[in-house]
């Protein structure tokens, strides 16, 4: 159980381990959580990322993804992606490792793309779907800070999945 009191914590690359030690959920996605993602399906034990979540009795939450190096098939490893229960929910990303692409699209079906490194923020409005792809040579690991109400709707990515993929093209990321 997390103590009454809350700490403050510092998110910097080289302090993940002290934000992670901080009770915190923890979250991990293998290959096998991610069937139907993928073209190709992923080795079902790799893991792809990980996500450490704040507990927190306030109204915002923090939580850290860190997302391993690799592909199924020529696409990089990616999140599962999800829009949020409370269309007014927006949400904000900072890098902290590696090099990051971030897929963005609405039910409207406008989609848009950035690429998110360490030092760099990426801002998610109300009503976006949003889903990390690791496009660089290491761990790709960012903070997310988001309402604690915006819930997660997995749903109508599971159904439908993304417009854009990210896949390897002559040795480079492409968005498809
Ligand atoms: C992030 C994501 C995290 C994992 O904390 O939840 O990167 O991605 P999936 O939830 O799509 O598997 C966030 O966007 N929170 O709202
Ligand atoms: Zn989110």
Known sequence: MCPNIERPVNVAPESISEFISQCSTHTVRRGKDMAGFYIEEPDEDSVIYEVYELESSG????????????????????????????????????????????????????????????????????????????????????LAVYPATAGHDYGAIEKHGFLKRVVEMDGKPRVV
Request: charged share 25%; net charge negative; aromatic share 10%.
């Open 59 to 142: 109204h915002i939450k923090l939580a850290v993804t860190i997302m391993k190096q690799g592909k199924a098939g020529n696409e990089y490893f990616m999140t599962k992606g999800h829009y949020h229960e409370d269309e007014r929910a927006g949400e904000v990303y900072f890098g902290l490792k590696g090099k990051g692409l971030l897929l963005l699209q609405t039910k409207e079906g406008q989609t848009d793309e950035m690429e998110l490194t360490s030092g760099a923020a990426a801002s998610i409005p109300p009503g976006w779907a949003h889903r990390s792809v690791n496009i660089g040579e290491e761990d790709f690991v960012f």
